[in-house]
């Protein structure tokens, strides 16, 4: 599975009260969080998002509370990928749980710029940059979670 689309590009410690702050968190439904994704760190975010764009950040993605509102909010705004240094570990698993697929790779965070076209071949773990004609080497998925990530997550693969 392939994904390609354009970069969003944070720092360090993006806490989960900054890419969904508590005051929208009145729902669950993943429409209505998407509007408010990024909002106090980047508030032109959810109107410049387009299906399958990428988020790159560098270390400690997600930290913060342990709620699944964070990731779901993501995948919800179209995002298809994020690419960070290290991600908090309850967001990391609450990502898989809901099928969004995270990596982690230090050297495309470090090479890759806001606004760049990048190419995520998850099955292999490679990430091509198309602006720069550049390949960085992500740790692939096992296959259990390609399969978890295939099925839209595991509560869905459960039931499949």
């Keep these: 599975m392939k994904k390609t689309g354009k970069v969003f590009k944070y ?37 410049n998002v387009k299906k399958d764009d990428i988020i790159v950040a560098n270390k400690n993605f997600g930290c913060g509370s342990s709620r699944e509102h964070a990731p779901l909010a993501i995948k919800a705004a179209g995002v298809s990928c994020v690419i960070a240094k290290t991600f908090a570990r309850i967001f990391y698993r609450n990502s ?16 890759i710029d806001a606004g760049d076209e990048i190419e995520v071949n998850f099955v292999e773990g490679k990430i091509t940059n198309l602006t720069k004609n550049e390949t960085y080497q ?14 839209d997550g595991l509560v869905n693969y459960i039931k499949k």
């Design 96 to 111: 898989i749980n809901i099928g969004l697929p995270i990596l982690e790779c230090p050297e495309a965070v470090d090479k």
């Design 11 to 47: 720092g360090d410690n993006v806490d989960t009260d900054v890419i969904i702050p508590a005051r929208y968190l009145n729902t669950s439904d993943p429409n209505e969080l998407a509007k408010y994704c990024m909002i106090d760190i980047d508030e032109d975010f959810i109107k």
């Design 138 to 151: 992500a740790e692939p998925f096992p296959e259990f979670m390609q399969k978890l990530i295939s099925k």
